[in-house]
């Protein structure tokens, strides 16, 4: 078969073809040579691939060494700020304030000082849970400084409050000085940069290291801000700043100057209306991982409560958080518990009557007058409560004639619902409010009014036996108002008991507030002076019929407490004056101590069936024996050191002197009080914990002074090891022991 050629061509449609010749490719530029040293260690393509792998493996093996390095140093770290974290709460427990001390940094005095302050028992209550042990879940070392992740388990009062209450992981930090580690304060270097969120209602500002928990933070207080100005109606552009804080944090109850020392937990004000610092919830206790939502609203409902109160406060028109002498500004408390815990079974007090009387859609108008409100007004023209004036004595009897006396009618219906107000706003925990019903022109009336509370609610956080009982059936008898003061008699049931009680209240601002009966004791009657063997009495006429019965038995307690004691250097008679004003301690003759000086029982509540009260001689005994005892101790104190008796030694305090006042009590007064029995079964549980766990106290611990380091589970066994101490040398020695116990204490 012939072969086929092609002929290439290239043309038109003009059929002018030209004929395409093949031509050869132009040569390749010659590529310039490389230098000799490069073509002498020029490596094939095997070699270079053996030579990557040779370095990837040496890069592993370094990388993995110094990994196996750090992870050793993080285990020893670890290991060792454990074994702090360990010794810290068994120091705590013990009450070993030397040690305890010597594990945190004396160089950080933001952090060390408050801690010494509260080793020496200057915060008082709120610290008995402050440090708890724990157990190490993660450590960021950073230089000689290292961010501790622990788990914190519940406290027995957390889970008795919420048995469902879960382990909350916390931070700490640990410096490493001296060749050992140490508890320090915040290191802010830690914390990592600054971050901000603005919603354009909330604008967050938070840290880096707060990134795990802040979606959660920031859905609710979006939803929290809105929830909340629906129902203010909030002004538009109501906008909150809230910054969570990395500075060091102390986690016992707060401290303000000429306030209250509150409980943990309870919602603090917020110190601005549109802003809000709150410690970082690292401090504050983070749930476990796999916790749920209603977990999380705990952890944030002190925050939830702020948020309600700044929205409250910026509807009202305020521009800074008002003082608590501005009385008025209780509704703002009110409103924010109102909001924020709509499922509270004890209501507002206040606002719970106003809202029942206008309905809750007057609180916006009642928020935007409050500004030129007292709380006499709010009492007047928002409940219509009829007000008591002096000058308001028609068809009134008189008594004399500078007193007038109701006993029916508008003026007995105001002074009842006053002072059931006052008691709804104590036992439901309402400082404000319960505040903004007493004098504040009497600063110790006041002082003793907040003690009063501050009890009350700590007592509802720790254990309902430190919290006094509601009363009921409270009912006003008969009111006498002279010049600006009104004395208030009423009646009331409790334990199921009837009680009378006399209350006094002075006008202030038209309005009238409960205050002290320091300047009108002319309502008890003249002094009466009745004298016994070792006592002389001196009361007023009015509390004379509830007196003199205790007068036998306030006598031979004296003796008693003078022979047990062995009491020298006392001349005379012991003076105990019943006054209509809160009492205190005088002292006079030398060093003895003579004076007793104790409250009015008309004052304090005293039974109306004309029983002999016990509590009122118990009172007067329980004083007497602890004044004595005290006066006792400083009296050997004084001859060991050649010194005087000074007023201030009473306060030297001691666990065994505890005891020994427990066992004269006893002698003295049998039976216990029900807040008494039940500490002490629980200062017996805590003996019989110890004596299983073989954690029982030295000797050393319950001698010298009491309350250094305030943890209730050691001051329980302090307490309980003092008194089977006493117990049994008493048992093995007799009573005669006792007082060389005294003469002994200050050698301690």
């Not at 004298?531 to 003199?548: A, G, H, P, T």
């Not at 048992?731 to 022991?737: D, F, I, S």
Request: charged share 30%; hydrophobic share 40%; net charge negative.
């Amino acid at each position: 078969m012939p072969g086929i050629q092609f002929e290439w061509r290239f043309g038109d449609e003009s059929e002018d073809w030209e004929e395409w010749e093949e031509k050869p490719f132009p040569p390749e530029p010659e590529k310039p040579s490389r230098p000799r040293w490069r073509r002498k260690w020029q490596l094939s393509r095997r070699a270079r691939l053996i030579l990557m792998g040779a370095l990837g493996v040496l890069l592993l093996v370094v990388g993995g060494t110094l990994w196996v390095r750090y992870r050793y140093f993080q285990r020893t770290v670890q290991e060792e700020i454990q074994a702090v974290i360990d010794l810290e709460a068994k120091a705590w427990s013990r009450g070993d304030k030397e040690l305890f001390l010597s594990l945190q940094d004396e160089k950080d005095f933001k952090w060390y000082i408050p801690w010494k302050q509260a080793v020496l028992g200057r915060y008082g209550p709120g610290i008995s849970d402050a440090l708890r042990p724990a157990r190490i879940v993660k450590v960021d070392p950073w230089g000689d400084v290292v961010w501790v992740e622990v788990e914190e388990k519940p406290t027995e009062e957390e889970l008795a409050a919420d048995k469902d209450a879960s382990p909350r992981r916390r931070v700490r930090f640990y410096r490493h000085a001296g060749g050992s580690w140490k508890h320090t304060g915040s290191q802010d270097k830690l914390w990592g940069e600054e971050r901000e969120r603005d919603d354009g209602l909330v604008h967050l500002i938070y840290r880096a290291r707060d990134e795990v928990y802040i979606d959660r933070l920031a859905q609710r207080v979006r939803d929290w801000h809105r929830e909340f100005c629906r129902t203010l109606d909030c002004p538009p552009n109501t906008r909150l700043t809230i910054i969570l804080s990395a500075a060091t944090y102390h986690p016992w109850g707060r401290l303000e100057p000429d306030s209250l020392l509150l409980p943990p937990g309870y919602p603090a004000k917020p110190g601005r209306v549109d802003e809000i610092t709150v410690p970082s919830y690292w401090y504050t206790g983070l749930p476990q991982p796999e916790a749920g939502e209603e977990e999380w609203d705990k952890i944030f409902a002190p925050l939830r409560w702020q948020m309600a109160y700044a929205l409250a406060a910026q509807v009202a028109g305020l521009q800074d958080i008002p003082d608590e002498t501005a009385n008025q500004w209780c509704l703002l408390e009110e409103i924010a518990f109102w909001l924020a815990e709509p499922q509270r079974q004890d209501k507002p007090p206040l606002l719970r009557r106003i809202v029942e009387k206008k309905g809750a859609a007057v609180i916006p108008e009642l928020l935007r007058q409050l500004k030129d409100l007292s709380i006499t007004d709010v009492l007047t023209h928002w409940l219509g409560w009829e007000l008591v004036t002096r000058l308001n004595i028609a068809g009134a009897n008189e008594k004399d004639a500078r007193v007038t006396v109701w006993r029916t009618g508008p003026e007995i219906v105001y002074f009842q619902n006053l002072l059931e107000l006052e008691q709804d706003a104590l036992y439901g925990g309402f400082q404000d409010t319960f505040l903004a019903l007493q004098d504040p022109n009497d600063r110790a009336w006041r002082a003793r009014r907040e003690s009063e509370l501050a009890t009350h609610l700590w007592g509802r956080l720790y254990s309902p036996i430190y919290s006094s009982s509601p009363v009921s059936s409270l009912h006003v008898d008969e009111a006498q108002v002279s010049e600006d003061y009104a004395l208030v008699k009423m009646t009331w049931i409790k334990d199921g008991l009837l009680y009378r009680q006399w209350a006094v209240f002075r006008q202030v601002n038209a309005g009238w507030l409960r205050t002290a009966p320091a300047q009108q004791d002319f309502f008890w009657g003249h002094e009466r002076t009745h004298e016994e063997q070792y006592i002389r009495v001196i009361c007023r006429e009015e509390d004379e019929l509830f007196v003199l019965p205790l007068l036998p038995a306030l006598d031979a307690a004296v003796e008693k407490i003078y022979q047990d004691l062995s009491l020298e250097g006392v001349q005379g008679k012991v003076t105990i004056e019943f006054r209509p004003y809160p009492p205190g301690f005088s002292f006079g003759g030398g060093n003895a101590p003579y004076l007793l000086v104790l409250e009015s029982p008309l004052a304090t509540g005293v039974r109306a069936d004309g029983e002999a009260d016990e509590s009122i001689l118990r009172q007067a005994i329980e004083q007497l024996l602890n004044q004595q005892i005290y006066f006792r101790s400083s009296q050997a104190r004084a001859k060991l050191l050649g010194g005087q008796f000074e007023p201030e030694d009473m306060n030297a305090g001691s666990w065994f002197l505890s005891a020994i006042y427990r066992w004269e009590r006893n002698r003295l007064i049998p039976g216990e009080q029900p807040a008494l029995e039940a500490i002490w079964n629980e200062g017996r549980d805590a003996l019989c914990t110890a004596r299983q766990k073989d954690t029982l106290l030295p000797l050393g611990a319950i001698w010298p002074h009491q309350g250094a380091i305030r943890n209730r589970e050691r001051e329980h066994l302090k307490w309980m090891e003092a008194h089977t101490f006493v117990e049994f040398l008493v048992q093995r020695q007799g009573p005669g022991v006792i007082r060389a116990l005294l003469d002994s204490w200050p050698r301690a």
